[in-house]
């Protein structure tokens, strides 16, 4: 059985940082893309940034650019995102999500098969 298992939210307030982890078992996914997405009340899950099995390939939404950081431990099977800068429009629920496959568009959710219970993250004006 796949479980993904996100740590790392809290509240925080804006200009502070935090670091999501997500620990995947039961299938190893080091040579897949795995990913962040994240959704806020009112709002449909948006994509934040995927790190592709080979690590020099990073994708991010515009609005995490330069603020926000994918990597990736194949050894543990594990992905995570540091947060910096954080805004309170960052406040949501961060899910992170794996690929099973080669295709599909990196931003779009149904390219991810398994997924974690997600994580809150809580941003303070």
């Known amino acids: 059985q796949v479980q993904m298992v996100e740590s790392g939210g809290g509240l925080v307030q804006a200009g502070g940082s935090l670091t999501l982890s997500c620990a995947a078992s039961g299938r190893t996914f080091n040579n897949r893309g795995m990913a962040w997405f994240r959704q806020a009340p009112v709002n449909s899950r948006e994509f934040v940034a995927r790190i592709d099995w080979g690590v020099a390939n990073v994708y991010y939404a515009d609005s995490v650019k330069g603020r926000f950081t994918i990597s990736r431990d194949n050894a543990e099977n594990s992905v995570y995102l540091q947060m910096n800068s954080l805004k309170p429009e960052d406040t949501a629920v961060y899910y992170c999500?794996?690929?099973?496959?080669?295709?599909?568009?990196?931003?779009?959710?149904?390219?991810?098969?398994?997924w974690g219970q997600g994580t809150q993250v809580t941003v303070s004006s």
């Open positions: 999500a794996a690929q099973v496959g080669f295709s599909g568009t990196y931003f779009s959710d149904r390219t991810y098969r398994y």
